[in-house]
């Protein structure tokens, strides 16, 4: 390369170094390639050039016309990258800032123990059934062994609503979900395994008693379940349910007019702590019963034929028990502060692979 | 049902401790309420001989005392209380003992140089009561070194249990001392009742008309002297908490616990015409011993004598000729009283008596003539006088019923496999009798007391079932319910716990679905309104009458006949109304802003179909403040979001779909909407609450709220998807702004245009709509993006032209609607 060539090579990669922003780099660009550039001027006079020179000088100033064009580029490169950096540097932001406001919305705890009972007696193969929080007297009632002038009815603090007409039994507000087992016994083919969530409503209100509270309610009914498959189901729901596989289950004989045998169930806590499992102390938290052969046979069952079992159990109390909650009442004021504390991620719903 | 530990073991005898005995009670369905064991705490106090109390050396108020615990050495006791003085009889508690009324555990320790090894105790020490003025005197009789509570007679415990409605045979002592025998815990005593010479004719008879009495019992004894009770029986009566009021009422109280045999005394001089008559009431009024007149009907049965009633039959009797401390002669009754008709009386007059409790659960049918014996002899032991012959009227029922049990059943209903020979020594000690007894089963007869054991009571078969079905339903009952009554009584002794649990069989290797469409659709609407922001509530079905009927005419069919408090009487109509008072309630605590749902029933009927399920949503007060975006009033678009995001989840086709103005009342009449699916098919509605549905719930707006008919929504297709659309040429979308009518709906235009040409039409979307001054009065600006989707290859400068003038044309003829 001739000395005129160097030379031109040296002023413009200093020139370039020297280029601040993309003006001063565009002059340089056109300053060298342009029209009028100092190395478009020198290409247009290599015609002048001897001849016997002119193939050594022609290769030598496409060399520099290349090399000089990439050492444009690059600068090209270098300075819109500061220039970003510049700009990017002057965009920024307080990201301590709170962002567009999100109202996360919340699933009720009653909500969320229900779907968990619904996804554990599933896995045992039960289905879930419903019935009318209006029932008739014969639903709530005399299908299920409890007479008019039955004791049992004075415990049940019944709602009821105007008759119908005078002299029929007026409609109530189911006092339990056992209703539900009428219906399904009317309506299902044996056998079958149904549980029944839902609302129910007894007229007696104090710090652990409100008039509208929930029960689930359970019946398998098949030929040879036993009172041991009974026991066997409520000891592996509860143990699931409360996540404590050796949480101590106790049985108790009793009676309901609609069990025989009849029986109630506790688990072991500490009647202190509250904590379940261990404590010594014993919390009652359930009925069942295999069930009575006259509530088969008023819903149509031959008893000598089929057998099962029934239970009824507080979908409050156990929710209280899981989660600690102390007091029944909030449990229907809607106090939104309540609600946020102990709502649920609607999207984190109830589901075995994932753990219940 | 109260009784005392002694009380028991009058019947039982035993040697079983009291947690082994109480332990029992629970494990075989008479659940342990409670123990009140007062002696328990104060087990190491000894009645004590004060030998010397002198004055303390070292202090003023203080005595020092040589104390005798009944071994005969003095201990020495410096006592404060001014009462102790030399001679008397105290209570002692030595060190080591803990003091119930102070806490605290004595030591032996030194007051100002005197020692003193245990305290003198004041009843308030003793945690029996307030009185502090100083230590307890005993009487100079009280026997040294005995303890206090044994003395005292506070060392019996007392034991509450709850008897379930269907052992009226447990409301008694004995048949809690029968029940626990044959649970291994002792041995059944003997009870006999030697009847009592008849010395005269009774002057008051007995005649029965009513169906209520089946069979009665009554005896005269004169020459009575009606005192107080001995001490013995007061103890006991006071013990279970019964008020002791004279000997013969005293007597009847104790039959009625001891033997679960409730009677009734008269006194005989003041009955009146010789005849005590069971009869229908015939709307006299008369005073029960309860000091309350209650006026009886043709439904209750009485007692009557020639001047009126004189007892509720089998519930309570009138005070006219109850046994007074003048009381001389007295008139015994002994009756057996259909149990539905006391239930019934009893409920009636809302009575609750002891008596009642009894003859409504069943007593014993074969028990009166001993009774009446019994009864007798303890009348003329504790008050004198002598006995009449027995009267009577009616007969004894015949109550015998047999039962059998195959033993295969116990496991087999019951899940334990028991012996056949244990099984029946169980039912044995109930007192059931073996009639027939083979390898396999046992035929038993029922004792006279278990009324629930065998009753084969009315069957009371469902409304419109098949007669077949209910005859071979009412047949398989006949041959099974008695058996498993016994199969209950074996297992009930041997214990629940004993059977082992069995898990559920596994119905296939992966369950089937759990939720059927419906109840999945619930679930799914419950999240996605949470999803959505929204809060969700559980609120009382029912509500003040006059809250409800701001959302709707209230029906009185849903009208709570007996509601628990005034403003807890209406079912609801919708779950808006429980929402939009919670939102009211959460803005009095200072939280107005919130956002709620909830998925219940909305009671529009009695009827099963009437009750349908809604998933309502209510938002309240102002969207959050925020430095990006301006805080603004919820408005009826927000529930149009939520309501239309739960039909979107729900898999309605929004196509489908058609919005309409108007609504229910209870929102903003020209802000609210109706989402049909079809012409008829209501599937939501949504908008502002009225102002006068605010006003009447005393709370400040705005509030917006939408309801999702879940029953309404018809099950999705069950469809496989098509084929997916995805031409290959890119979309072209255009905007127009179209000048129309103010009352011409975004519904109208949006439809013309996607109507004008559909093949080539992919989308029409709203994203303007203006009025104001800068269109002419009465009209309005919409402007919406209308996407083409060319699908064979892309379109002309003309094409696209020509589409568009379609539109605008399409737009125009439908809605007058001009381009901007």
Redesign the interface.
Same mark, same amino acid.
């Given at each position: 390369m001739t000395d005129d060539l160097l030379d031109l090579k040296d002023r413009t990669e200093a020139a370039l170094s020297a280029a601040a922003d993309l003006r001063a780099w565009d002059a340089i660009r056109v300053g060298v390639l342009g029209k009028n550039g100092s190395l478009t001027a020198l290409l247009k006079e290599l015609g002048k050039v001897a001849p016997e020179q002119r193939r050594e000088r022609g290769a030598a100033l496409n060399r520099l016309k290349d090399d000089l064009a990439a050492a444009i580029e690059a600068r090209r490169s270098t300075l819109e990258a500061a220039a970003l950096d510049a700009k990017l540097a002057a965009e920024r932001m307080d990201v301590t800032?709170?962002? =567009?406001?999100?109202?996360? %919305? #919340?699933?009720?705890p009653? /909500?969320r123990t229900m779907?968990k009972m619904? $996804?554990i007696?599933?896995?045992?193969?039960?289905?879930?059934a419903?019935?009318?929080?209006?029932e008739s007297d014969?639903h709530n009632f005399?299908?299920l062994?409890i007479?008019?002038?039955?004791?049992?009815r004075?415990?049940h603090d019944t709602?009821?609503?105007?008759p /119908?007409a005078p002299g029929a039994a007026?409609?109530v507000?189911r006092t339990h979900t056992s209703p539900v087992q009428?219906r399904a016994m #009317?309506e299902r083919g044996l056998p079958f395994?149904v549980v029944a969530p839902g609302?129910t409503?007894r007229?007696?209100?104090d710090a652990t008693h409100s008039?509208?509270f929930?029960q689930i309610e359970g019946l398998?009914l098949g030929r040879?379940i $036993?009172?041991?498959?009974?026991?066997?189901?409520l000891?592996?729901f509860l143990r699931t349910f409360f996540g404590i596989s050796n949480l101590p289950v106790?049985?108790? /004989? &009793?009676?309901f007019?609609f069990t025989?045998? &009849?029986?109630?169930v506790d688990i072991g806590w500490n009647r202190k702590t509250g904590e379940l499992g261990g404590g010594g102390d014993w919390l009652e938290i359930l009925g069942s019963g295999?069930v009575?052969?006259?509530v #088969?046979?008023?819903? %149509?069952?031959?008893? &000598?034929?089929w057998?099962g079992f029934a239970f009824g159990m507080g979908v409050e109390r156990v929710t209280m028990l899981k989660h600690g909650i102390p007091d029944l009442r909030p449990?229907?004021? /809607?106090?939104?502060?309540w609600? =946020?504390h102990y709502?649920f991620n609607?999207?984190a719903?109830a589901m075995l692979h994932e753990g219940v | 049902m109260k009784f005392t530990l002694s009380w028991l073991r009058e019947h039982l005898d035993t040697t079983a401790s009291l947690t082994e005995i109480t332990d029992a009670l629970t494990r075989i369905g008479l659940e342990l309420e409670g123990v009140t064991d007062r002696g328990a705490a104060l087990a190491p106090f000894r009645i004590a001989h004060v030998v010397e109390a002198v004055q303390h050396p070292n202090a003023d108020r203080l005595r020092a005392c040589k104390v005798d615990a009944g071994d005969g050495k003095l201990i020495s006791v410096v006592c404060g209380a001014p009462n102790a003085h030399t001679g008397m009889k105290a209570v002692f508690a030595a060190a080591g003992s803990f003091i119930p009324g102070t806490g605290i555990t004595l030591k032996v320790g030194e007051i100002r140089g005197v020692q003193s090894a245990g305290m003198l105790l004041s009843l308030r020490e003793m945690g029996l009561g307030e009185d502090h003025d100083g230590i307890v005197e005993l009487p100079a009789d009280a026997p040294v070194g005995t303890p206090y509570a044994e003395w005292a007679k506070l060392s019996d415990p007392v034991i509450d249990i709850s008897v379930t409605p269907n052992r009226g045979d447990a409301l008694s002592v004995r048949g809690v001392a029968r029940d626990l025998a044959a649970a291994g815990i002792g041995t059944l005593k003997p009870w006999s009742a030697p009847a009592v010479p008849a010395v005269f004719a009774s002057p008051v008879r007995w005649d029965v008309q009513s169906p209520t009495c089946q069979w009665v019992l009554g005896r005269t004894v004169r020459g009575v002297k009606n005192e107080p009770s001995p001490q013995w029986l007061a103890d006991r009566l006071t013990a279970i908490g019964l008020r002791p009021i004279n000997a013969l009422v005293d007597i009847t109280n104790f039959f009625t616990f001891d033997l679960g045999r409730p009677l009734h005394v008269f006194d005989a001089d003041k009955l009146q015409g010789g005849v005590l008559t069971m009869r229908p009431g015939a709307g006299e009024t008369f005073l029960a011993l309860n000091n309350k007149e209650y006026t009886v009907a043709a439904e209750d049965c009485v007692i009557a004598d020639t001047a009126g009633v004189q007892s509720l039959a089998g519930v309570i009797g009138a005070t006219a000729t109850g046994s007074e401390a003048d009381t001389t002669s007295v008139f015994i009754e002994c009756a057996l009283f259909d149990p539905i008709r006391v239930a019934l009386t009893g409920r009636r007059h809302q009575i609750v008596s002891d008596a009642r409790q009894r003859f409504e659960r069943g007593i014993d049918p074969a028990l009166l003539p001993d009774a009446i014996e019994a009864a007798t002899r303890m009348v003329i032991e504790l008050c004198g006088g002598e006995a009449s012959e027995v009267v009577s009227a009616g007969a004894e029922p015949a109550w015998q019923r047999i039962a059998t049990l195959r033993f295969e059943r116990l496991a087999g209903l019951g899940g334990l496999d028991v012996p056949g020979d244990e099984a029946v020594a169980s039912l044995e000690t109930l007192g059931f009798g073996v009639v027939a007894r083979d390898a396999v089963s046992v035929t038993v007869s029922v004792p006279s007391w278990r009324n629930d054991v065998a009753a084969n009571t009315e069957l009371d078969p469902g409304p419109g079932l098949d007669a077949g079905r209910a005859a071979a339903a009412a047949k398989g009952r006949a041959a099974v319910e008695a058996e498993a009554d016994l199969v209950e009584e074996v297992l009930r002794l041997k214990g629940l716990d004993a059977v082992p649990p069995v898990s559920m069989s596994v119905l296939g290797p992966v369950p089937q679905a759990t939720l059927t469409a419906r109840q999945i659709r619930t679930a799914l609407a419950r999240r996605t309104l949470a999803a959505q922001g929204l809060t969700e509530c559980v609120s009382f079905s029912f509500l003040a009458q006059a809250q409800a009927a701001l959302f709707a005419p209230t029906d009185p069919a849903l009208t709570l006949a007996n509601p628990i408090a005034a403003d807890l009487d209406q079912l609801r109509p919708t779950p808006v109304a429980s929402l939009a008072i919670a939102a009211a309630r959460n803005a009095a605590r200072g939280f107005a802003d919130v956002a709620l749902c909830e998925v219940g029933a909305a009671f529009l009927g009695v009827a099963c179909d009437a009750q349908p399920t809604v998933a309502a949503g209510l938002r309240a007060g102002s969207t959050p403040r925020s430095w990006i975006a301006p805080s603004r009033h919820v408005d009826a678009m927000d529930a149009k979001a939520d309501a239309l995001a739960v039909l979107v989840a729900l898999g309605v086709p929004m196509e489908a779909l058609s919005v309409a103005a108007g609504g229910p009342g209870f929102y903003h009449p020209g802000r609210c909407g109706t989402v049909r699916q079809g012409p008829k098919t209501v599937l939501a509605t949504f908008g502002e609450l009225h102002p006068r549905v605010l006003a009447g719930l005393d709370a400040n707006g705005p509030m917006v709220a939408c309801e999702v008919f879940l029953d309404a929504i018809p099950e999705p297709k069950r469809r496989r998807k098509s084929v997916p659309d995805l031409p290959a040429f890119m979309p072209l979308r255009r905007d127009f702004a179209f000048l129309v009518d103010a009352a011409v709906t975004a519904e109208a235009v949006l439809k013309a245009a996607r109507g004008a040409e559909r093949t080539l039409i992919a989308g029409v979307a709203l994203f303007d709509a203006y009025e104001g001054d800068k269109v002419e009065a009465g009209k309005k600006s919409l402007a919406v993006e209308v996407t083409f989707q060319p699908r064979e290859r892309t379109l002309t400068d003309a094409e696209i032209e020509a589409v568009c003038a379609k539109v605008a044309a399409a737009v125009e003829k439908a809605t007058g609607g001009r381009l901007r």
């Amino acid at each position: 390369m001739t000395d005129d060539l160097l030379d031109l090579k040296d002023r413009t990669e200093a020139a370039l170094s020297a280029a601040a922003d993309l003006r001063a780099w565009d002059a340089i660009r056109v300053g060298v390639l342009g029209k009028n550039g100092s190395l478009t001027a020198l290409l247009k006079e290599l015609g002048k050039v001897a001849p016997e020179q002119r193939r050594e000088r022609g290769a030598a100033l496409n060399r520099l016309k290349d090399d000089l064009a990439a050492a444009i580029e690059a600068r090209r490169s270098t300075l819109e990258a500061a220039a970003l950096d510049a700009k990017l540097a002057a965009e920024r932001m307080d990201v301590t800032l709170p962002p =567009r406001p999100v109202q996360p %919305g #919340l699933i009720h705890p009653i /909500s969320r123990t229900m779907e968990k009972m619904a $996804t554990i007696f599933g896995a045992m193969g039960f289905a879930v059934a419903e019935g009318p929080d209006i029932e008739s007297d014969w639903h709530n009632f005399g299908a299920l062994n409890i007479p008019a002038h039955h004791p049992a009815r004075a415990d049940h603090d019944t709602f009821y609503l105007p008759p /119908s007409a005078p002299g029929a039994a007026p409609p109530v507000l189911r006092t339990h979900t056992s209703p539900v087992q009428a219906r399904a016994m #009317l309506e299902r083919g044996l056998p079958f395994r149904v549980v029944a969530p839902g609302r129910t409503y007894r007229a007696d209100h104090d710090a652990t008693h409100s008039p509208m509270f929930h029960q689930i309610e359970g019946l398998a009914l098949g030929r040879d379940i $036993t009172l041991g498959h009974l026991k066997g189901c409520l000891i592996d729901f509860l143990r699931t349910f409360f996540g404590i596989s050796n949480l101590p289950v106790r049985f108790r /004989s &009793s009676y309901f007019p609609f069990t025989e045998p &009849s029986m109630e169930v506790d688990i072991g806590w500490n009647r202190k702590t509250g904590e379940l499992g261990g404590g010594g102390d014993w919390l009652e938290i359930l009925g069942s019963g295999m069930v009575h052969p006259k509530v #088969l046979a008023n819903c %149509g069952i031959d008893p &000598s034929v089929w057998q099962g079992f029934a239970f009824g159990m507080g979908v409050e109390r156990v929710t209280m028990l899981k989660h600690g909650i102390p007091d029944l009442r909030p449990f229907y004021d /809607s106090d939104i502060r309540w609600l =946020r504390h102990y709502g649920f991620n609607p999207l984190a719903a109830a589901m075995l692979h994932e753990g219940v | 049902m109260k009784f005392t530990l002694s009380w028991l073991r009058e019947h039982l005898d035993t040697t079983a401790s009291l947690t082994e005995i109480t332990d029992a009670l629970t494990r075989i369905g008479l659940e342990l309420e409670g123990v009140t064991d007062r002696g328990a705490a104060l087990a190491p106090f000894r009645i004590a001989h004060v030998v010397e109390a002198v004055q303390h050396p070292n202090a003023d108020r203080l005595r020092a005392c040589k104390v005798d615990a009944g071994d005969g050495k003095l201990i020495s006791v410096v006592c404060g209380a001014p009462n102790a003085h030399t001679g008397m009889k105290a209570v002692f508690a030595a060190a080591g003992s803990f003091i119930p009324g102070t806490g605290i555990t004595l030591k032996v320790g030194e007051i100002r140089g005197v020692q003193s090894a245990g305290m003198l105790l004041s009843l308030r020490e003793m945690g029996l009561g307030e009185d502090h003025d100083g230590i307890v005197e005993l009487p100079a009789d009280a026997p040294v070194g005995t303890p206090y509570a044994e003395w005292a007679k506070l060392s019996d415990p007392v034991i509450d249990i709850s008897v379930t409605p269907n052992r009226g045979d447990a409301l008694s002592v004995r048949g809690v001392a029968r029940d626990l025998a044959a649970a291994g815990i002792g041995t059944l005593k003997p009870w006999s009742a030697p009847a009592v010479p008849a010395v005269f004719a009774s002057p008051v008879r007995w005649d029965v008309q009513s169906p209520t009495c089946q069979w009665v019992l009554g005896r005269t004894v004169r020459g009575v002297k009606n005192e107080p009770s001995p001490q013995w029986l007061a103890d006991r009566l006071t013990a279970i908490g019964l008020r002791p009021i004279n000997a013969l009422v005293d007597i009847t109280n104790f039959f009625t616990f001891d033997l679960g045999r409730p009677l009734h005394v008269f006194d005989a001089d003041k009955l009146q015409g010789g005849v005590l008559t069971m009869r229908p009431g015939a709307g006299e009024t008369f005073l029960a011993l309860n000091n309350k007149e209650y006026t009886v009907a043709a439904e209750d049965c009485v007692i009557a004598d020639t001047a009126g009633v004189q007892s509720l039959a089998g519930v309570i009797g009138a005070t006219a000729t109850g046994s007074e401390a003048d009381t001389t002669s007295v008139f015994i009754e002994c009756a057996l009283f259909d149990p539905i008709r006391v239930a019934l009386t009893g409920r009636r007059h809302q009575i609750v008596s002891d008596a009642r409790q009894r003859f409504e659960r069943g007593i014993d049918p074969a028990l009166l003539p001993d009774a009446i014996e019994a009864a007798t002899r303890m009348v003329i032991e504790l008050c004198g006088g002598e006995a009449s012959e027995v009267v009577s009227a009616g007969a004894e029922p015949a109550w015998q019923r047999i039962a059998t049990l195959r033993f295969e059943r116990l496991a087999g209903l019951g899940g334990l496999d028991v012996p056949g020979d244990e099984a029946v020594a169980s039912l044995e000690t109930l007192g059931f009798g073996v009639v027939a007894r083979d390898a396999v089963s046992v035929t038993v007869s029922v004792p006279s007391w278990r009324n629930d054991v065998a009753a084969n009571t009315e069957l009371d078969p469902g409304p419109g079932l098949d007669a077949g079905r209910a005859a071979a339903a009412a047949k398989g009952r006949a041959a099974v319910e008695a058996e498993a009554d016994l199969v209950e009584e074996v297992l009930r002794l041997k214990g629940l716990d004993a059977v082992p649990p069995v898990s559920m069989s596994v119905l296939g290797p992966v369950p089937q679905a759990t939720l059927t469409a419906r109840q999945i659709r619930t679930a799914l609407a419950r999240r996605t309104l949470a999803a959505q922001g929204l809060t969700e509530c559980v609120s009382f079905s029912f509500l003040a009458q006059a809250q409800a009927a701001l959302f709707a005419p209230t029906d009185p069919a849903l009208t709570l006949a007996n509601p628990i408090a005034a403003d807890l009487d209406q079912l609801r109509p919708t779950p808006v109304a429980s929402l939009a008072i919670a939102a009211a309630r959460n803005a009095a605590r200072g939280f107005a802003d919130v956002a709620l749902c909830e998925v219940g029933a909305a009671f529009l009927g009695v009827a099963c179909d009437a009750q349908p399920t809604v998933a309502a949503g209510l938002r309240a007060g102002s969207t959050p403040r925020s430095w990006i975006a301006p805080s603004r009033h919820v408005d009826a678009m927000d529930a149009k979001a939520d309501a239309l995001a739960v039909l979107v989840a729900l898999g309605v086709p929004m196509e489908a779909l058609s919005v309409a103005a108007g609504g229910p009342g209870f929102y903003h009449p020209g802000r609210c909407g109706t989402v049909r699916q079809g012409p008829k098919t209501v599937l939501a509605t949504f908008g502002e609450l009225h102002p006068r549905v605010l006003a009447g719930l005393d709370a400040n707006g705005p509030m917006v709220a939408c309801e999702v008919f879940l029953d309404a929504i018809p099950e999705p297709k069950r469809r496989r998807k098509s084929v997916p659309d995805l031409p290959a040429f890119m979309p072209l979308r255009r905007d127009f702004a179209f000048l129309v009518d103010a009352a011409v709906t975004a519904e109208a235009v949006l439809k013309a245009a996607r109507g004008a040409e559909r093949t080539l039409i992919a989308g029409v979307a709203l994203f303007d709509a203006y009025e104001g001054d800068k269109v002419e009065a009465g009209k309005k600006s919409l402007a919406v993006e209308v996407t083409f989707q060319p699908r064979e290859r892309t379109l002309t400068d003309a094409e696209i032209e020509a589409v568009c003038a379609k539109v605008a044309a399409a737009v125009e003829k439908a809605t007058g609607g001009r381009l901007r």
